[in-house]
Structures are given as C-alpha cells and as structure tokens.
C-alpha cells in the first residue's frame, strides 16, 4: 500500500496536477471592455478588486475533425463582447480518480480545497489562453509580459492550476498568460501519412506548434491589454521547460518573445534524457496506435472518439525533430547561436529525481556499485570516486543525486553553458526548501515562484519570505533581464551572480539564499563525455 500511494504522488508530480491550494475566485463584475484583432471582449475582476482576469481567449480554431493531427489554424473572429469569465476545457489526458487526488492532494501536499482540473470538462476544443493584469491598465502601458506553459510530461496538466496562477505577478506589475495546447496523443502522435498531407511536411509536433501559434496571438494582442510585444518572457516547468527550450531552438518563434525561464528541464543536451525523442521513435509509437486500433488510414484514426483514443497504451510524451518546428537537435541549432533568448533564468530541484526511487528503482549498498557500473558502463570507477556509498542511506541519497542530475540539472548546466558562451546573460538556481507539502520534489518551486504558497499551517514564516524573494526575482527578470533589485516589498535582493561570471555557482533558494558552489559540477563532466559517445542510447535509469 506505502509503495503504491508512492507511486501515485510520484506520478502526481510528473503530470503537474494542480491543488486549489490558493484559489482566487473572481467577482461576478465584468471589467472594461478589450478589443483584440479578434473581436472585444471582458473579463472578471479577482477577489480584492486589484487584478483583472481574461479567461478562455480562443488563440486558434478548435483542433477537431478534420483539424485532428493539423497544424493549428489562426481563430476566427467573433461579433459582440465575449464574456471571457470563465476557464476553457482542458485538454484531452488521463486523470488519476478524484479519490486518489484526494489522497495526494491531502496528505502529500496538505491542501484542503479541490481541485480547479477536475472542475473543468475535457475537450479537444481546448486552444485557449488567460491573461492576468493589473486592474485598470490602460491599453498605451506597456507593461513587461510572462507567458507561462503548463508542465505534465506533455500527457497531463492545464493552463488553470492553482499553483500557477496570475494574480501575484499582476499586482507586482507583470502581465501574466498561460497557455493551453494539444496533449499526449493528441499533441504528439507522428506518422508518415500525416506528414504528406501537411502543407509543412510535419508530424509529431502538434502541441509545441499550437504553443507557437498562442505565442503569435500573444505577440498581435497583447498591446490591447497594455503588455510591451517587445518585451515577452516565456515560461515553464518540467514538460513546459522542454517546451520553453523547444520554443527557444525553433526558427518559427524567432521574434515572438524576447527571455526566457525554465524549471526543470531542457532537451538542449546532446542527447536529451526527457520527453523528447528521434522521428524515427515517434513514428514507430504513431504505427503501433494505428495498429492498436485497427486504423488502416488517418481518415480512420480521425473517427476515433476522443474518449477512446487517448486511452492508447502508448505514451506521447515527447518533442520530436520534425524538420519545421525543430529543423535538428537543440544541442547543434545552441551551438550556432541560433537560439531565441536575449536572457535565461533557469534551474533545478534538489530532489527532482527523487520519484525515480519511488518507483521502485531501490539501491542500497549491496546493488550500488552495479547499479552505477549498468548507467556509466566505462565511467564507472569515476562515479564511485566522487560519489562513494558506505551504508544503504548514501547509496540511496547518491542514486537520487544521479538521477537529478542526469534528468533534470544536467540540461540547465549544459543550457547555462551554451547561453553565456554567447555573452548572454544567465542566472541559475537551485530550489533546496523543505516544508510540510512536496519540499523540493520535482514541481516544489511553482508555488514559490508564482506566489502561491497556501495559507496553511504546512508552510511558515520562513515559506511565505522565500515566495516573496522568489517571486520578486521573477517578476524583475521579466521586467528588465536582471532578477536582482529590490523585492516586492522594496527591500534589497541577495544578489544573484550571473553563471557567466561564476559557472560552477548557482542561487540556491532556501530558507536562507544566497550564492552557492555547485556540487554536481564533477558529475556534469563526466555526463557530458558519456552522451556524447556514439554508443550512448540510454533514456532511463536502469532498475535494481
């Protein structure tokens, strides 16, 4: 039972399912009118009056029929005020029971309310966005923009968690959007046919381009609501930081946002170990749905229900290099300097992999060494030496490490690497803070960063001046590229170096900030002589 509500919260984590641990519930009295290049339409005022919400803004035409598996089409006008008050569906995605959310929500994260997802119905009609500003911002602003995107493995999770909403960032100043987009089957099914009817030759990518077509409606619109066009971050965490650094390597986003954040993930490694993978990879997964339901055609797979499709027993959980939304991998478009940002702020948890082992990837001091000889193979002797276990607690904490590291830290020290060779400015943390809820498990920060820490007896003093401190270097980052200055609440900032000028550094936020050596930076090199072998093909951790 201990191993199986394990494995649960360990999946939780992994779909970014949102608790309504802070819900801003909306008043019912509608705000000023907007008009965008698509028509006018209102939104509704947050609790306290001080924020304006615009929820459910169609960015595209809904992706069903024959637009199944299609590039995203530009949404069509519309006549009157469109009531923009109320959330959108979500995409299509496997839900764990409301029970078992429960259980997770309750006694993993300690929140009490529900949960706004499970509020919502599911959709293939699900291209929406919402966009959080400061009450009464006129149209002439110019107010800097963050873009959000949802993380979930690109399977699960949706533009409204609690976790991620945009009222703390509009109240300090900082117009906040988040983004819906096709998920698993839906967003990153990939096969031949599908390829030879696009206009674009394209497959496998439906999801990163409907994030690309939200961000161009973003780039028309958001002047209307007093956000600078000329002055847009993107952000995500786990699958939405694959995606931010997707977005970031694509020559169709070139000129639609300026920085970018990204919480745990990138796929900018030589060999990226998270949710991306070959053409030749998708293409086979998209044959074997064909063959899983008896599809001898596309038209056939097109007249699937929606209810029956994504309960394929084939994950699509990855970014693909589909010769159009990503021409090649990441890792070659960086070494160009042919990426997108100006500026990064990026980072990693310090028990990211954690779930590995509550999964059941258990290593204690018998199986240790073969455990690291079956991932390093040749590297084996130089893991041991920086990494050495004596008793089953170190050989567990070091395969947590190991598995941080290679999933998720790795990427954002290889990102750091390539974007300040290019004299860009790069700020890297590490989010260290322990609390009654999910600590730093993978997904820990959101709430820090967004501010949205519950009020609960879970989270003290000490939490809610770590969200102060991390959302003040949020939202100055998206102002001006420099997390540092003043907080919130107009006190001085610990600074925050650049990695430019301390590589082997990071911000490590905490109950106490401040800069920090990294200890993984040995483990970097080592990685990094490993995935660039030829013979290099692991994409997990292999299990005792």
């Known amino acids: 039972m201990i191993r199986f509500l394990s494995i649960i919260v360990a999946a939780a984590l992994l779909s970014s399912c949102e608790s309504q641990s802070n819900l801003q519930k909306g008043s019912a009295l509608p705000t000023p009118e907007v008009t965008t290049r698509y028509g006018s339409l209102s939104g509704t005022y947050c609790a306290d009056g001080a924020v304006e919400r615009f929820a459910g803004i169609p960015y595209a035409k809904a992706p069903i029929g024959e637009l199944r598996w299609r590039e995203p089409q530009p949404c069509e006008s519309w006549s009157g005020v469109r009531a923009a008050d109320k959330f959108a569906p979500i995409a299509w995605q496997i839900k764990f029971s409301r029970f078992w959310m429960t259980v997770y929500n309750k006694l993993y994260l300690h929140d009490t309310d529900g949960d706004r997802e499970y509020e919502s119905p599911m959709s293939e009609d699900c291209l929406y966005l919402n966009v959080w500003r400061p009450a009464g911002t006129s149209p002439d602003a110019k107010l800097p923009v963050f873009v959000y995107i949802h993380g979930g493995s690109l399977v699960s999770g949706s533009s409204i968690g609690e976790h991620f909403d945009g009222t703390t960032f509009a109240k300090n100043g900082v117009i906040m959007v988040t983004v819906a987009y096709r998920l698993g089957v839906f967003g990153y099914l990939a096969l031949d046919e599908l ?47 694959t995606s931010v650094n997707a977005l970031c390597s694509s020559p169709l986003a070139k000129g639609l946002f300026q920085k970018a954040v990204g919480e745990s993930s990138g796929i900018v490694s030589p060999k990226p170990p998270h949710t991306f993978r070959t053409l ?253 072998d030829d013979d290099f093909t692991s994409p997990i951790l292999p299990q005792a």
């Open 195 to 241: 390829a030879e009817e696009s206009p674009n030759g394209t497959t496998g990518n439906y999801g990163l381009l409907d994030q690309i077509e939200a961000l161009k409606w973003i780039h028309e619109n958001i002047s209307s609501f007093g956000g600078d066009s000329g002055n847009i971050t993107i952000g995500g965490e786990s699958a939405g930081s």
């Open 280 to 532: 030749k990879m998708a293409k086979e997964n998209g044959e074997n749905i064909k063959a899983e339901f008896k599809a001898s055609s596309v038209a056939d797979m097109r007249k699937i229900p929606a209810e029956k499709l994504v309960r394929t027993k084939f994950r699509n959980d990855s970014v693909t290099i589909d010769g159009y939304a990503l021409r090649e991998y990441p890792n070659e478009t960086y070494r160009r300097g042919e990426n997108n940002e100006q500026a990064l702020l990026n980072g990693f948890n310090f028990d990211d992999g954690a779930f590995v082992v509550m999964m059941g990837f258990k290593v204690n001091i018998k199986n240790y060494s073969n455990m690291i000889a079956q991932f390093f193979g040749k590297y084996t002797e130089d893991v041991l030496k920086i990494l050495p276990a004596k008793n089953d607690r170190e050989a567990e904490q070091n395969w947590k490490q190991i598995a941080s590291v290679y999933l998720f830290a790795n990427s954002h020290h290889d990102w750091s690497t390539f974007v300040s060779e290019q004299g860009k400015d790069v700020y890297l943390y590490r989010f260290s803070k322990s609390n009654g809820g999910i600590g730093s498990n993978h997904t820990g920060e959101i709430m820090y960063a967004y501010g949205n820490v519950p009020e609960s007896k879970y989270y003290d003093e000490k939490d809610h001046a770590l969200e102060t401190l991390m959302v003040s270097y949020w939202t100055n980052f998206a102002k001006t590229g420099n997390p540092n200055g003043l907080s919130t609440d107009r006190k001085k900032l610990p600074e925050w170096k650049r990695f430019n000028d301390a590589p082997d550094s990071f911000m490590n936020l905490d109950a106490e900030s401040g800069m920090q050596k990294d200890p993984n930076a040995e483990l970097y090199r080592i990685l990094s002589r490993m995935m660039s």
